[in-house]
């Protein structure tokens, strides 16, 4: 499955992940943004659920360039938890974190999701929020890095507006 998202820098196209090759391109984007620039350690980043959890990959539509990714996964409590959204650098700000959060969204709500909970660092909850997301919880360390929980409900609308895009 593909979704596009238009932006004014260009388009991404965001892909459920299915091939060993693009769960590389996965790997490859969160060390450079967790393992290189955010310093948490390579043991912490990849764990046992990157073999169960759905990835999805954004790239360039025009050249395919690798440029975001994020996973998703059913917790034991039976909750859908959304981690590891990661985005180059030099492309933040341009719609691929919304564009990959857009995805997961519209994955998870055709597979029966009504829920969605993710772990955000707190520099990233404004980000969050402007989406839907709504923090909740105390502050705490995850890799050294603060967070807080967040969740979102997902509705029709919601679906919609991610279907149309």
């Known amino acids: ?30 060390f450079e943004v967790f393992v290189d620039e955010q310093h948490v350690p390579v043991e912490e980043e990849v764990d046992a ?22 996973r ?15 985005v ?9 974190g919304t564009a990959i959060m857009s995805a997961v969204e519209r994955y998870a709500r055709t597979h029966g999701t009504s829920k969605l909970v993710l772990d955000a660092q707190l520099q990233a909850i404004p980000f969050y929020e402007a989406i839907g997301y709504n923090a909740f919880g105390p502050v705490f360390l995850d890799a050294g890095i603060e967070h807080r929980s967040m969740e979102k409900v997902l509705t029709n609308a919601d679906y919609q507006s991610v279907s149309e895009q």
């Open 88 to 96: 180059l650098q030099k492309f933040r700000r341009r719609g691929v």
């Open 1 to 30: 499955m593909a979704i596009e998202h238009n932006q004014n820098s260009g388009s991404i196209e965001v892909l459920v992940v299915d091939t060993a090759e693009a769960k590389a391109n996965c790997l490859a984007i969160r």
């Open 49 to 70: 659920f990157d073999d169960s959890a759905i990835h999805f990959l954004a790239v360039t539509a025009e050249q395919e360039d690798p440029v975001g990714t994020a």
């Open 72 to 86: 998703m996964l059913t917790r034991a409590d039976g909750k859908v938890k959304v981690g590891r959204v990661a």
